[in-house]
């Protein structure tokens, strides 16, 4: 679960209001959480951020996200849901919602899994977040009409004529990449099946992609990315580009010690970005580092403040000027899109 966005060891600190509210070792708070700005559906809107620690994703297999160091370790679903309960009373009590236009809600898998966010605790957040327009993140086996319907009730006061957005980390359109380079765990047509599903309940879609997962050749990476964004379009509200970055104790963090794996470049996220046929947002998390996405080092702090600085904008001309931002390092990336060879994976065991 890349996208948070997404570990809260990687969140940027310019990123928080206040970074001490991230606290990984106090089981009553959230892993992370911070208020700022983000372009939903064409409007720049006041949001605050929540990674809730859970049980953990039933699925637990993805290459490159470290969640499952971050869960509890109880199997006891009563203690679990009070665990919960302790973070949306911290919540509450740390942040004043009535600034908040809208809310965004991860976790280390699903929201919906009632297995891994208990549903008294599910509820009990619903109904503190009444009013928002909200994003919550899941996995596409965990939208039910059922759940998305009484969890949308329980937000909706007529503020907002579509108050819930279901989130899904579908990464790419291309079932292949998705089972072998991240090992997600469904298909391009279950993601579309919780499309439906979730549109009938009355809620709207937001999708995540991952740009450059293990085994792919930066042209594969891109290729990929652009041929996903074309079938996305019309298919989901909203859709975020995630670079991929390295995160702790993952088998992409294996092959990247091993010097066989670079995060994406920064030029690649430009210039998918400028080919999109429609607005992405993109928070490069650990962007100009080496876990991240990054270019040479000398230009990379000013093409990822301008990425940021798109997502909200939606200025295309910004992205223009950053592509040809000079840098020595550009003519390095265009070969590399040309000259490397697809990582020679055996098909059988």
């Given amino acids: 679960m890349q996208r948070m966005a997404n570990v809260p060891t990687l969140l940027s600190a310019s990123r928080t209001n206040d970074p001490s509210v991230n606290h990984k070792s106090d089981s009553d708070r959230p892993l992370a959480a911070w208020t700022g700005s983000d372009r939903i559906l064409g409007e720049i809107v006041s949001t605050l951020t929540v990674i809730l620690k859970t049980g953990g994703c039933e699925w637990n297999r993805c290459r490159m996200c470290s969640y499952r160091h971050e869960r509890y370790g109880t199997g006891d679903q009563g203690a679990l849901e009070a665990l919960l309960l302790s973070q949306v009373s911290w919540i509450r009590d740390h942040f004043p919602l009535a600034g908040i236009d809208a809310v965004k809600i ?6 919906f899994d009632s297995r891994e966010v208990p549903s008294r605790a599910r509820d009990t957040l619903a109904g503190l977040l009444r009013g928002k327009l909200v994003i919550a993140e899941t996995r596409p086996e965990y939208v039910s009409e059922e759940g998305v319907s009484s969890f949308l009730s329980s937000i909706d006061d007529n503020s907002h004529e579509i108050p819930l957005y279901v989130a899904i980390g579908v990464e790419t359109s291309n079932d292949v990449i998705r089972e072998k380079c991240i090992n997600k765990g ?3 047509d279950d993601f579309c099946g919780a499309v439906k599903v979730a549109r009938h309940a009355g809620a709207g879609v937001k999708a995540y992609l991952l740009a450059k ?8 990476a891109v290729s990929d990315m652009k041929s996903s964004i074309r079938d996305l379009s019309g298919l989901a509200d909203m859709i975020s580009l995630n670079p991929c970055t390295v ?3 993952t088998e992409l963090e294996y092959y990247w010690k091993r010097g066989e794996y670079r995060p994406p470049y920064l030029w690649s996220i430009l210039s998918i970005l400028m080919e999109s046929p429609v607005h992405l947002t993109c928070d490069p998390v650990g962007g100009g580092q ?3 996405a990054h270019n040479c080092g000398s230009c990379d702090r000013e093409i990822v403040k301008g990425i940021r600085e798109y997502s909200l904008s939606a200025d295309r001309e910004l992205l223009r000027t950053l592509f040809h931002t000079p840098c020595t390092c550009r003519e390095e990336w265009e070969y590399i899109l040309n000259a490397e060879r697809p990582y020679c994976m055996p098909l059988t065991h």
Avoid at 106 to 111: K, M, V
Avoid at 213 to 220: D, K, N, S, V
């Fill in 290 to 292: 080496i876990r991240g």
């Fill in 106 to 111: 991860y976790t280390s898998g699903s929201l």
């Fill in 213 to 220: 997962p293990l085994f792919l050749t930066e042209g594969e």
């Fill in 186 to 188: 469904f298909s391009w």
């Fill in 247 to 249: 995160q702790r104790g």
